[in-house]
């Protein structure tokens, strides 16, 4: 949070006070499309990622955000992004293997745990999307996304209720 009022101040003061940055102008429909949709899947990424750490040790969630460009490279070819080679998809398997056999060597491993970590980088999915310039390509996952958030989340709720009564 000091960071982060750190960042604003200076950003105020620069641009406000100081001029030494031109301000720009954004209408409430960009902001609200932009910045605050970016704004909200990072910091749900956030909590989801920082909530694995009470579950999952440290080295086992390393070894799952190494699934990353597994879930990446295998969508940019289900979008037609990326064209099928033998020798990256011979990487993501051994990458994939790795993660296996680690998931199953781990000795604090945690089901819950894990669905947080792999919900935060659904989410980090989500906002490379956001942030890049093929928007409209990318809708269609965004939208089922989303509605896989919702029912994750709504899966959550009904846990945190189950196990308080």
């Not at 605050?36 to 749900?44: C, E, K, N, P, T």
Request: hydrophobic share 55%; glycine share 4%.
């Amino acid at each position: 949070m000091i960071h982060m009022a750190f960042c604003s101040s200076l950003a105020f003061i620069l641009v406000r006070i100081l001029k030494l940055v031109e301000p720009i102008s954004l209408s409430i429909h960009v902001y609200l499309t932009s910045v605050v949709q970016i704004g909200a899947l990072y910091s749900l990424s956030l909590w989801l990622s920082n909530s694995a750490y009470i579950y999952l040790s440290i080295s086992f969630i390393q070894m799952l955000k190494a699934l990353m460009p597994v879930a990446v490279y295998t969508i940019s070819i289900g979008l037609k992004k990326e064209s099928f080679k033998k020798n990256i998809m011979s990487n993501m398997v051994a990458i994939s293997i790795g993660v296996a056999i680690v998931a199953f060597g781990e000795a604090k491993y945690d089901s819950w745990g894990v669905l947080l970590q792999l919900g935060a980088l659904d989410l980090v999915f989500m906002l490379t999307s956001l942030n890049s310039s093929t928007w409209s390509t990318h809708s269609w996952v965004l939208e089922n996304k989303f509605m896989g958030l919702i029912d994750f989340l709504a899966t959550i709720i009904k846990t945190i209720k189950s196990e308080l009564t």
